[in-house]
């Protein structure tokens, strides 16, 4: 039981420090509330970003995960202003993790060695990130 407390909380901990490392790449990355808003021009609330997150990996749970055929592309898909958002977020994980200055979320999971652990690790950490700084309202 010990264990198993131990590795939640160093993958709540690690967990941590990404999020305030894809907090930093925000800062950097866009000026003014630029991210928070989708392509079509319209705001997008830190809440419906990780709803979405949240819904694209219950879907994923339920249909499976394929990649290539059925992975994240199919998962994100929506409405298309909650959708840039939430690819934004996704990216800004990635990029947090990896060290990298772009990544196209959309195209992750199809790397040759990802598993569905770490799929699913994006999009909780994704829907952590978006409710911990996404805005409220706009």
Known sequence: MTLSISASAALETQTDAL???AAE???AWYTGPRMWFGTSGEPVTGTQ???HLETALALLDREGWDPGTFGLREVLDGPMDVKSVSVSVLELVICAHTGA???EPRLWDTVPGRTIDQVRALLLAGAAYARRHGPAQH
């Open 25 to 27: 790449l925000e800062a």
């Open 101 to 103: 200055s772009a990544a």
């Open 19 to 21: 999020i305030s490392r």
């Open 49 to 51: 970003a990780a709803t």
